[in-house]
């Protein structure tokens, strides 16, 4: 069933707390270094505002320690700012998350006005889910909004314990959310054939619960990344000095018997003499890699042959790199396939973390379906797990 939407909230002259994902990259001087995040948020801040309503925004950012000195670049301010030039209005932000100026802005905040509380996670009682803190927290607001996907997956108190501080007729997801929804439920119950998973990234270990998912559903699944080494490594090839996952070997091997001619991995690859820029490179065609070499990118044939299967496909999944794409010289293969999507005709779906920062780095987001704001809580979608964030959230 569907769930209650932010269109279904009556708003106006209303308080609403919306958890955010505003977990934005910084540049070293503090500023923000990718604001796709705050961006998507922005359809369901501006439908708020425009029926009437005030905000309180709430969102961690990065992994405080608890050290104030060593947390300072964690602060919400330059996220504010930045909000504040996308949104075209003034974003007032506070230095407490549930104290005293925290109540002070949310108890004055007029409609059409925006708070944006300090880094949630500078609270213990965050990430223990601590009902006290959640009191606290839901006491500023009048409703509760989650849009923060890329959180869904945790059970942290601004996702869990505080919409549940809430009339349940005073809880909804944001448009963001919606759609991250709508798109996994293609996915998962009703892709369009043929549906092809392009899996890539470092570790198997990483995706194992993952791909067993994916092939119980798709046509086919392309495998790139350094994972390639450990599933070419458990086959029996040499594959030079590749990363491989010694300790999963055996996993890689139930994995290939599982999947038999449904899973696809590279017939060439770009070597280097050492794993980083400036390195000697050459392609090797086969699965075997040289002693000494490291693989590093999928090769020109891989790339034509996965092109031309994604190319055919009705629906494609996409979450990892095909190589060391942040090196240039390491780029070509995750380039390829993030252009392979980009010019599919099919559902084409870029899960979170890496691969969104390739798709936006080569210009392509705005060419394929949907680009996922969350990294794991993709993953772990996929895998089939279902969420405490979203069952606090009440069906239509």
């Known amino acids: 069933m569907p769930k209650r939407t932010v269109r279904d909230l009556d708003v106006r002259g209303k308080k609403v707390l919306v958890r955010v994902d ?3 990259p910084q540049t070293k001087s503090g500023d923000v270094a990718d604001d796709r995040r705050i961006r998507a948020a922005l359809p369901t801040l501006n439908d708020v505002l425009s029926r009437g309503g005030s905000l309180i925004l709430v969102s961690h950012l990065g992994r405080p320690s608890g050290d104030p000195a060593a947390d300072a670049p964690f602060r919400m301010d330059p996220v504010a700012a930045r909000l504040a030039e996308l949104i075209g209005r003034s974003v007032k932000k506070t230095d407490d998350t549930v104290g005293p100026q925290a109540q002070a802005a949310c108890a004055n905040l007029a409609p059409g006005e925006i708070v944006v509380l300090e880094n949630v996670r500078f609270n213990k009682g965050e990430k223990k889910g601590d009902p006290a803190f959640a009191k606290q927290m839901a006491a500023l607001a009048d409703a509760y909004v989650n849009d923060a996907f ?4 945790r059970d942290e108190a601004s996702m869990v314990a505080v919409p549940e501080q809430f009339p349940a007729a005073r809880r909804a997801i944001g448009f963001l959310v919606e759609k991250e929804l709508q798109i996994l439920d293609t ?5 369009k054939s ?3 998973a392009v899996m890539g990234g470092a570790k198997v270990s990483d995706k194992i619960l993952v791909i067993e998912s994916l092939l119980l559903k798709v046509d086919k699944l392309l495998i790139g990344g350094a994972m390639t080494y450990t599933f070419l ?10 990363k491989v996952e010694a300790d999963k070997l055996d996993v890689a091997r139930h994995v290939l018997q599982l999947a038999g001619a449904k899973l696809v991995l590279p017939v060439d690859h770009l070597v280097a003499s050492q794993p980083e820029a400036g390195a000697a490179t050459k392609v090797v065609e086969g699965p075997t890699i040289p002693d000494g070499w490291f693989g590093m990118d999928i090769g020109p044939q891989t790339i ?4 031309g299967i ?3 496909a009705g629906t494609v999944v996409w979450n990892g790199p095909m190589g060391k794409f942040e090196v240039a010289a390491f780029a070509t293969g995750t380039k390829a396939i993030a252009q392979a999507l980009a010019d599919s005709h099919g559902v084409t779906a870029v899960g979170g973390g890496e691969s969104a920062e390739a798709v936006e780095k080569f210009g392509l987001a705005d060419k394929v379906s949907h680009v996922s704001t969350g990294g794991g809580a993709f993953l772990e979608s996929l895998e089939g797990k279902s969420f405490n964030s979203l069952k606090v959230i009440p069906d239509r």
């Open 22 to 24: 505003f977990n934005v």
């Open 150 to 153: 890329g959180t869904c997956h």
């Open 187 to 191: 996915l998962l119950s009703h892709p």
């Open 194 to 196: 043929p549906y092809l």
């Open 233 to 242: 490594k458990a086959q029996g090839h040499s594959v030079g000095q590749s």
């Open 304 to 307: 034509e042959l996965y092109s």
């Open 310 to 312: 994604i190319r055919d």
